[in-house]
C-alpha cells in the first residue's frame, strides 16, 4: 500500500493549494513565515504548488475549526474564486477539525470539493512516495494508518481515482474509506508484527557491528542539508540526492578507508525536520536508532540556507531526543561553494576544533574532515604490544574481532602481537599489555 506503486510524475498537473497558518500568543512571529516557506517546499516535494497564504493571529487555535469563522468564510471564497482543490494547515489538526472544515468550506457537498489536510499529513504522504525499502514502506503505512486515516474524510477520492493520486491519498487512504474498523486493526496489528521482526533483524546486524571495533559515525542533519551527497563523495554508495526534502529515508552504510588505513563506518539516514511529528519519530524508531547506536555523529549543516543556525538547533534536539547529544560530534558547514558561513560566535557548546567547512560537491574542505575523522578514530583507540602465551589462544581470536591486528609473531611459549584497541579492550586485556 503505502508508496507502492506511487511517482511523483503521477500528478502531472501540479495540485495548487492555499497554505494556512495560525500565529498564537505562543509563537515567535518571525518564525512562522520561515516555517510557511518550508511548508511550501514540502508541498512541492509532494507534487503541489502553492496559490496563496492566508494567515491568522490569535490568542489560541479555535477548538472546532482552527481558524475562526470570519477566516473559514475568507478561505471558503479563496478557494472558490480560484478552483482550489487542496488546504494545507502548518499546525497540527485533529481529525473533528478537519471534518469541521471540510464541511464549512464545500457547504453540504458530501463527496469530492475541498480537501484539508495538515503539515503532518503532507509529510506523511512524502515519505510514502520515497520510501523504497519494505521496513520503510511498512512504517510508513503505518503511521499514515494510524495519522492519516483518521483525517481522511472522504472528499477528494473522486479526483484521487482520476489523477492516480492525490496529496495526502496516497498510501492507505483511500483503502482505509472502503474497510471497517476491524479490518483497520487487524492491519495495524499485521503491521506492528512484521515491523517487530524486521527490528529483531536489524538489531542482529547491528550487534555484528557493535563487535566490530571499527567507529560507526551517523551522518545526521536537517532534511537537504548534503548528508547522501558527503556519504557519495566520501564512498561510493550511489545514495540518491536530490533538491528535494526527505530525499533519504532509509539508512545506507558503507566502510570508508581514511588515508591513514584506518577504516570507519558512515552511516547516511532520513534528514531532521522541524516539528517532526512524534508519530514519525516512532514510526522510524529502528531507522534513527541508528543514529542513537553510532560511536559518534556527522552533524551537516546547510551553510546556504539562511535559517542554518534554528535548523541546527533543530537537530540539536531531535539528536538529545535520541539519546545521542553526549556522542563525540563533528558539525560540518556544507555547500560552501556557495556560501561560506562566518562561524563566529560559534553556536553554544560547539567547540571550534568540532567544526569544519565543506563541499560535498565541490570537494572543497574535505581533506580537512578526513583529518577530523582521522583524529576522531585514533581518539579513545592505542597502538599496544602485548605478549600473549601460546596457551591462551583465544585472547589472538578476540583480538582479531574486537581490535584491529596490525602484526603477530610466534614464539616458542608467547605470541607478540601489535595491534589497535579501543578502551574498553585496553582495560580488559591489561595484563597482555607490554
Ligand atoms: N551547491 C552545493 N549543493 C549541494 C552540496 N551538497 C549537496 N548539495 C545539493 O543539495 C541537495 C540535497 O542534497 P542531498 O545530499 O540529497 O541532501 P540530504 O541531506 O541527503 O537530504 P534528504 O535525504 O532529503 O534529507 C542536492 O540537490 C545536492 O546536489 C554542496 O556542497 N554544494
Ligand atoms: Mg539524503
Redesign the pocket.
Known sequence: MAGTENSENETAVPQRAVLVSVLTDSEIESEYESSLDELERLLETAGGESFARLTQIRPSPDPRTCIGSGKVEELRELCERNDIQLVVFDCELTPSQIRSLEDDINGKEKSGGICVIDRTMLILDIFALHAVTSEGKLQVELAQLKYTSPRLTGRGITMSRQQGGNIAMRGPGETKLETDRRHLKRRIDALTDALATMEKNRATQRSQRERSPILKCAIA??????????LNRLTDAG??????????LDPTTRRYTLPDGGEILLT?T??FIRRLPHQLVNAFRSTLDEVSYADAVLV?I?A?DPEHLEQLEVTRSLLAELGAADKPVLYIY?????SYPDINPLPEGVKCSEVVR?????GEGIDELTEKLMKLNADGRSEVVMRIPNTDGGVLNRLYTQAVVRDVEYGSEYMTVRASVDRAVKGQLAQYII
Open positions: 542533519g536537517y532534511t537537504n542539508a548534503g548528508k547522501s551527497t558527503l545514495a540518491l540526492t536530490e533538491d528535494k526534502l526527505f530525499a533519504t547516511d532520513v534528514g551537516i546547510d546556504s556544507n555547500k560552501c561553494d556557495i565543506i563541499s560535498a560537491l565541490t
